[in-house]
């Protein structure tokens, strides 16, 4: 039978109690769960697009980028509630076209840092390309893989992590990827799709494999804390967490 989840109200609690029985009696926090050696493919192939040769960026750029898309028209929105300061090292993971990547370098400021992290080659040469059109500074590409986010270890505040979750095929070595990348103390921020069976779209049920409350369940048990859900008006599809790394 499947189990009912938690609201999510219920979620932050149980997860902050969780994080402070976590907690050395030194105060150190403890590490996060290793995940496991061999972690099967949650959704086989559900990157194939992304990491094809012959990938059309012009295509993606109206998909990702184009009216029809929430996140898309909301974006200074989103960005204005990430949590952002000047100076920070921010990761954009699954930066795709870059729809966000330039707004997060304006926002981090010349004394900050971007990485703009993707699985794709094709998007990383398109960066690259943008980067240097639109004049970005402080930016840095990095082409990671299914498993890892290739960040050095400590070396981000913020993870930004955008219609991106859901696109994880191993979520257990990538949040433990995302956990080693990140500073004690840093930010996890996940934006994605809301599943709900019977009011979400059809393509939209095919296409995320799991809800709201799950995803929570597998960042939390990679040793994340959530904090809290971000509100961002004109968002109905979409929802907002920011987790913390102890
Ligand atoms: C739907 S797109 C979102 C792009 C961008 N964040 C946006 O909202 O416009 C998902 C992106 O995640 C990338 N991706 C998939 N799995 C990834 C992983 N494990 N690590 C980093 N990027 C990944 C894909 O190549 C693709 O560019």
Known sequence: MRQRS?????????????????????????PAPPPAL?????????????????LDVE???????????EVAVHKDG???????????????????????TGLLAKEVGPEGRVFAVDISPVFIDHLRERSLEEGWSGVDMVLCTEKSAELAAGSIDLAFVCDTYHHFEYPRSTLASLFDALKPGG?????????IPGVSREWLL???????????AEITA?????LEEIEVPGLDENYMLRFARP
């Open 6 to 30: 938690l609201p999510l109200p219920a979620l932050i609690a149980a997860s902050l109690a969780a994080s402070l029985a976590c907690t050395a009696p030194g105060g150190e926090p403890t």
């Open 38 to 54: 061999e972690e099967p493919s949650v959704k086989p192939g559900v990157n194939e697009n992304f990491l094809a040769e012959d």
């Open 59 to 69: 295509e993606y750029i109206e998909r990702f980028e184009g009216e029809s898309r």
């Open 78 to 100: 989103i960005v204005d509630r990430i949590g952002i300061a000047p100076g920070m090292a921010v990761a954009d993971i699954g930066a795709g076209t870059g729809l966000f």
């Open 187 to 195: 930010a996890l921020v996940v934006l994605d799709f809301e599943r």
């Open 206 to 216: 095919g296409h995320v494999r799991a809800d709201k409350q799950t995803f929570t």
């Open 222 to 226: 990679a040793g994340f804390v959530l």
